[in-house]
């Protein structure tokens, strides 16, 4: 059963929440020019807060989110949340799309206008974030989820469609197209680690050997956020359920760090996502994916396009990535960076209705 889904966070949830930021304990800091020498700084973080608690409306943003089509359902004992687009043409190709960590179905509001002319659009929450969480049981993994996208597609009625995603929304859109190749018609990622491989036997170029050694410092010198969220996802979860400014430095790192400052994301959007996190309790269970996530996949037999921003957190190495897909379209942008959708709307949208209206026309 599909069921409409209206938003409407309780009042006294709303209200909890300012009362918390207004009591937060704050740390101290070593010295004013202190910078990122030690995390998040001090002064950012309180007027991130304090716009939060006194000037951020959450109501405004509620009422823009429900002008969409919400939707739920039960998959494989999960509340299973989605935005359901249809476009004007009856015929026209459906796209999952899918979110990250520590986005949300929020990273493709700005898409849906380019795109929902040419495709309709699914667009879910991942089991564990948002409204799709909490999960209750182990083992939501990407082939698991990628198993529970293609079981909603089913229940919609497509039969063939395309996926799209970035971050871990990747690598569900790639094990989608290997759990479900007969019904996916392609996938298209903006974000693609590629690993060393000393077995490969291709030829590098110098810039694909600068990405290489990118990637080899953060294997020696694994990110803090990833191991802890890996590891012990339960453990952190505690704190960012409770505190409000932890959940908020936690998430607003990130952005801080991985988009390019040449397309920043408002503190609007970005408080909309935070909050989406802490009104729903979500961040132990959406970090329990990082833990499930390292299981080996089916390798994706489907054609794959690839998009590549500058200030994502890596940029994939064609030649290997041409050795475990099928790469049929491949582009390098000069501005945006790992919330693609979010930054650069306009050119992922474009290279998207590319890959599937183009480059794929003739499969």
């Known amino acids: 059963m599909i069921t409409p889904f209206r938003i409407d966070i309780p009042q006294a949830d709303l209200d909890d929440l300012t009362d918390r930021l207004a009591r937060t304990r704050w740390p101290n800091e070593v010295a004013d020019d202190a910078g990122w020498d030690y995390g998040f700084p001090l002064a950012r973080l309180q007027e991130l807060a304090e716009y939060w608690r006194t ?12 002008e969409l089509p919400h939707f739920t359902t039960e998959i494989d004992g999960q509340t299973i949340h989605f935005v359901h687009v249809r476009s004007p043409k009856p015929d026209a190709l459906a796209l999952i799309l899918t979110h990250g960590w520590p986005g949300s179905f929020l990273e493709f509001l700005d898409v849906i206008e380019p795109l929902s002319p040419d495709f309709h659009l699914v667009i879910p929450s991942i089991p564990g974030y948002g409204f799709s969480g909490p999960t209750h049981e182990r083992g939501w993994d990407i082939v698991r989820v990628a198993r529970a996208w293609a079981e909603l597609m089913r229940r919609l009625g497509y039969g063939r469609y395309g996926a799209q995603g970035g971050d871990f929304g990747s690598g569900i859109s790639l094990a989608l197209g290997a759990v479900a190749p007969e019904q996916v018609v392609g996938v298209h990622v903006n974000y693609l680690p590629t690993r060393p491989d000393p077995d490969a036997n291709v030829e590098l170029s110098a810039t694909d050997e600068a990405r290489l050694d990118k990637v080899r410092q953060l294997m020696a010198n694994r990110p803090p956020y990833q191991a802890l969220l890996a590891s012990t996802p339960q453990t952190i979860g505690y704190a960012l359920t409770d505190s409000p400014v932890g959940q908020l430095a936690w998430i607003a790192e990130r952005f ?30 959406s970090g329990r994916l990082h833990h499930d996530a390292p299981r080996r996949i089916e390798p994706c037999p489907v054609p794959v396009g690839v998009a590549v921003f500058p200030h994502d957190i890596t940029q994939s190495v064609r030649p290997l990535a041409e050795r475990l897909y099928d790469v049929r379209h491949w582009s390098e942008f000069d501005r945006g960076g790992h919330f693609a959708a979010m930054e650069e709307p306009d050119l992922l949208a474009e290279d998207v209705r590319h890959f599937f209206l183009t480059e794929l026309q003739h499969d």
Not at 258 to 266: A, L, N
């Open 55 to 66: 000037g951020y409306d959450w109501r405004k943003h509620e009422a823009a989110l429900n």
């Open 256 to 285: 801080a760090q991985w988009t390019d400052p040449r397309s920043p994301i408002s503190d609007d959007r970005m408080l909309t996502d935070i909050s989406l996190y802490w009104l729903t309790a979500t961040a132990a269970s």
